[in-house]
Structures are given as structure tokens and as C-alpha cells.
């Protein structure tokens, strides 16, 4: 029995050196992981810094600009991501990390008329005139506050399942680089089905019917791919997240009417981030609005279905309303 007792401490000594070295082991995973994420981030974006402080953008392809402003949990790279195909149809896209992502401090700017203004001063430093402005989800906002205080540099809108109302409930988004490199490591099927979850509302055969549309499409599935990859490690965008949630409740839909810049309005009626409804009220509001529904689409109107139609008329808006202002010298 002396034994026994004798015993027992050691066992749990080794146990606990155990889970300390497990536990030690997955730490360093998690910093490994994070801390390539963050060189590549780093690698592929550029700072501005301005009087006020530094903004983060990155700039591509060559023609017309399209200031591109990103959804919540983004930064520059989803932004970037969202624009991409218009590389390919003459435009040159900046997609800025807005103030309190990745490498732009919130004290750039926490309200959308601050993140605005802060974005037309970027503008200014690459002698950049005149811009298209794309907005998706909650960079909607910003978008529109751009249009609303800029409509001399502001040659055409779009707004991409834009937020620009108070939600009736915020959702809920973990900011853990842990939960992230775990989603990040799944099979792909089941990823597209959480994705179809946070984002859509429908049937289980919906659901299924989305997942499959993607899978057996090879350019739907690498953009999915890129997307998530946009969106982690989630720690360094937490605090613009944050202040995105914090924003909801202020947002002015009346603001709309001051607008009168040509837009172009895309949502899907299964958005579950941002209700449909919301871009209904938007389209009557806006004076010059062109409005998109995609009945099949949710939050994400670029996967799916719809997401080639989507393209093609954001892509026909610019170039009639956009194309004509010349590209800037870099």
C-alpha cells in the first residue's frame, strides 16, 4: 500500500510533463501557422504612410481604379480577392485593410465617415483622381460614405451584399487563429457546408445542391479556397471586427438619398448576414440605383450559381459608367 502511494505522485508528475509537452508541441503549431500567414500578408501588400498614420493597400492591374472596400473579418487580401476578376477586365483594383485590420490601426478611422476619409487621403497620396467604388458586406457602409462625401471622385458605386442598416442581431464570429487552423485543415465538402450555414439561408437540399455546384467547378472551388485563406489568422483583423459590430447600431439608411452617383445593387435573398431586405430599402433610397437580386444567392453572391451573371453585370455597370476615366500614372 506504501508502495502504491509512492507511486501515485510520479504517475502524476509524468502526466503532467505530458500534457505540458503536448500542450507545448501545439502551441508552436499554432505560432508556426500564424506567423507564415502573417510574412505572406506582409509580403504582399504595401503601407502608406500618411500624416495622420500608415494605411495598408495593395494595388493591381492596370486601367480604370476600383476602390475596393472589404467585408467584415477581411483586410486587404479579401478585398483584393473579391476584385480579382475585374484584373481581367481592364480595371486596376486598390483594396485598402481598413482601420483595425491587419496592418491599418483602428486610430485611422473607426466610424465608415472616418474609414472614408481616411481612404480618400490614401487616394491623394497615389495622385489617384477619380475611382469606381465597390463595397461588400459590412465595407458597404464605407462604400456609400465614400460616394456620399466624394461624389466629384466617385465615378460609379456597386455594393456587393452591402450592410447599410442596423442588424436586429450581430453574428457571431470567433476571432481564435486555433479555430481558424482547424477549419483551414478540413475536407473540403464539410468546409462549403459550414460556409453554406453562416452565410445562407435554405433547405438541406439547397445546401447540398450549392456544396455540389462548387465541387464540380474548378474555378468555384479555387475561389473558395482563396477565400478562406483571405480571411485567417483571424487575431490580426479581431480588433476591426470588433469595431464593425460596434458600428451596426449607428448606421443611417436616410444618409442614401444624399447619394447620386450611378449604382449598381447585388444581393442574394438568401443572405443570411445581411437581409434582403436591406438592399430593397437601399434601392429605393438611392437615387440613380440599378438594382440585382440573385434569388438563389446568399452572402457570398460570388459562389454559387449565380456568381458568372453576378460578374458579368458588375462588370458591364463599370464599364459604362467607369471605363472612360483613364488610368493613373504609378
Known amino acids: 500500500m506504501a508502495q502504491k502511494t509512492r507511486l501515485l505522485p510520479r504517475l502524476a508528475f509524468i502526466f503532467g510533463a505530458l500534457i505540458l509537452m503536448a500542450s507545448g508541441v501545439f502551441l508552436a503549431s499554432i505560432q508556426s501557422w500564424r506567423a507564415e500567414k502573417m510574412s505572406d ?7 502608406a504612410i500618411l500624416p495622420t498614420g500608415p494605411i495598408e493597400y495593395v494595388r493591381r492591374g492596370e486601367g480604370p481604379t476600383v476602390l475596393v472596400f472589404h467585408d467584415a473579418g477581411g483586410g486587404y487580401d479579401e478585398g483584393a480577392h473579391v476584385g480579382g476578376f475585374l484584373e481581367l477586365e481592364g480595371f486596376e483594383v486598390i483594396s485598402p485593410s481598413r482601420p483595425g485590420y491587419l496592418r491599418t490601426p483602428l486610430s485611422m478611422g473607426d466610424t465608415p465617415t472616418k474609414q472614408a476619409e481616411a481612404t480618400a487621403a490614401l487616394l491623394d497620396s497615389l495622385s489617384i483622381p477619380h475611382v469606381a467604388v465597390l463595397g461588400e458586406g459590412f465595407g458597404g457602409s464605407v462604400a456609400c460614405e465614400f460616394a456620399r462625401l466624394f ?12 450592410l447599410t442598416a442596423p442588424l436586429n442581431a450581430s453574428p457571431v464570429v ?4 486555433y479555430a481558424a487552423m482547424r477549419f483551414s485543415r478540413r475536407p473540403l465538402a464539410s468546409s462549403l457546408g459550414v460556409a453554406y450555414d453562416f452565410t445562407t439561408t435554405g433547405t438541406p437540399e439547397e445546401k447540398r445542391a450549392w456544396v455540389e455546384f462548387i465541387l464540380g467547378d474548378t474555378s468555384q472551388t479555387e475561389y473558395f479556397q482563396s477565400l478562406t ?11 476591426g471586427l470588433q469595431n464593425d459590430l460596434l458600428q451596426i447600431a449607428f448606421l443611417s439608411p436616410s444618409l442614401l438619398k444624399a447619394i447620386h452617383t450611378p449604382t449598381l445593387i447585388v444581393h442574394g435573398q438568401k443572405d443570411k448576414i445581411v437581409p ?5 430599402t437601399a434601392a ?4 440613380q440605383a440599378l438594382f440585382l437580386p440573385l434569388p438563389e444567392a446568399g452572402h457570398i453572391v460570388l459562389l454559387g450559381s449565380a456568381a458568372r451573371g453576378a460578374q458579368a453585370r458588375i ?6 459608367h ?3 476615366t483613364s488610368a493613373a500614372p504609378r
Open 284 to 287: 429605393s433610397l438611392l437615387p
Open 229 to 239: 485563406d483571405c480571411l485567417t489568422p483571424p487575431s490580426p483583423r479581431s480588433t
Open 174 to 177: 470567433s476571432s481564435s487563429d
Open 151 to 162: 461624389p466629384d471622385r466617385t465615378t460609379a458605386l456597386v455594393l456587393v451584399s452591402a
Open 276 to 280: 434582403f431586405a436591406q438592399a430593397e
Open 322 to 324: 467607369h471605363a472612360a
Open 315 to 320: 462588370t458591364e455597370f463599370l464599364k459604362k
Open 41 to 47: 500578408l506582409v509580403e504582399g501588400s504595401q503601407l
